[in-house]
């Protein structure tokens, strides 16, 4: 290898880029590679029984020698939820802030593992083999958000992790811009920027206008107050119990991650609650409707959640006409369908629903378009990789840049795999690596592929219709074959089509001419005729699976 090409930074997504989740970026430089962010992301819908889809980290597997460290942004699953299944494989140091890491550990000891975790602050810096690495202090929809700078002997990447310019954030403590400035003004090679919002125009709103709509509406509430949110976003929940204590309400933790992680938060300080403001369940029925307020999980519909079986009422608070719920949050895509369930189910109940399409009860945790320029300003980079967004995210955030300034050969729409080599005076493309998404089921990670997949599918849509038959050495039928079916027909009502399908059978295998036991000769011409009759009679196409018990 020639020198100058060891003298090259390579930026290699591995996940994240023309989609939202599973974030992963490998940087390289010589013999070193530091990771940021190890995410995971949800199954799509043709993923049937897929529990957890994680990036394919078979390129760093070739490459574990080299391996630094892993750099954590923040602690939400796109960025963490992978790490239980990496660190299996690459054992290196996690860095990360208090927050980051207290959910990292909660999420590694569910695994039974644990890993050499190591808090950082922002402002801090450290340093890896060739990389020195600034901690940036960002905002938010989750406490410790941080951006990058990577400083490489190539040049130095900024890289925004997610974030929004709040000017008046919840722990008082703003993005730090004049970092941006700072780093713009020796000269930033490239920043790779959070692209999910490039399409809303303007700013996004501050967290702190979601207190304004809380106090609205705990204004108006004649009973309990139950409000769904994510439980990582700490902020949010320290709204709700701010509101409560001007109303005079006493707070109520509800749903397995809410708990988990309040007691964290509570513990480590990015949570303040008066201890005499929290109330059990059980002293719910003997504490004054307007004076409760519960807080949940369940804002996305999800079946198992508090809210939902609040809804459903499979859990000890159940929903009564007086009560007022509040769901501060959007439906991530692809949740929609579980939410609007939920809402409906409220409204059956009798409560009053505030949702985000009606009300300003929840704020986006990514920058708008005004915001995304204004750190493009900052930075003045010379390369652009818009990162976090679906592909045509990508394409937007890098129209936007080079309509400010950066040059059209120099902002790259990347894929998960794809490598880009820069120096200090050129960027080029190379050869991508294995990349893509490696599906978690149950235990299994990576073991279900596109057959199984396509079998479940099969299984989901028509169901199978199992044969049994039991034949003699020479191919020939002892018997009536047997016939089992589960998801296809009913079959206490199908008789006739059973047994016609029997006959069907019999009949194939005596016209068979391979008067000989080769049975999968024979299991292929009955699954084939069967195929045939039962698509015939049902328009259904079952998976069959002939089964030859030897006599
Ligand atoms: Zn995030
Ligand atoms: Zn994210």
Redesign the pocket.
Known sequence: MSSKKKNRLRIVPLG?VGE??K?MTVFEYGDDIMILDC?SMFPSESMLGIDLVIPDISYLLLNKDRIRAIVIT?G?E??IGALPYVLKDVNVPVYGTRLTLALIENKLEEHGMKADLRRVNAGETIKFGCFKVELIKTTHSIAGALALAIHTPAGVVVHTG?FKIDFTPIDTEMVNLPKFAELGEKGVLCLMS?S?NVERPGYTMSERSVGEAFERFFKKATGRIIVATFASNIHRIQQVVDTALRFGRKVCFQGRSMINVASMALELGDLNVDESMLIEIEEIPYTLPEQVVVITTGSQGEPMSGLVRMATSGHRIEIEPEDMVIISATPIPGNEKLVSNVVNQLYRKGATVIYESLADVHVSGHACLEELKIILSLTKPKYFIPV?GEYRHLCRHCELAVSMGVARENAFVLDPGDVLEISEDEAQRCASVAAGAVMVDGLGIGDVGNIVLRDRRILSQDGIFVVVMAMHKDGTLSGLPDIISRGFVYVRESEDLIEDAKSVICDTIYDMETAQSDWNAIKNTVRAALRDYLYNRTKRNPMILPIIVEV
Do not use: E, F, K, Q
Request: glycine share 24%; aromatic share 0%; hydrophobic share 10%.
């Open positions: 994240g939202i989740g974030n995410g923040h939400h796109d960025h997610d959070d999910t976090h």
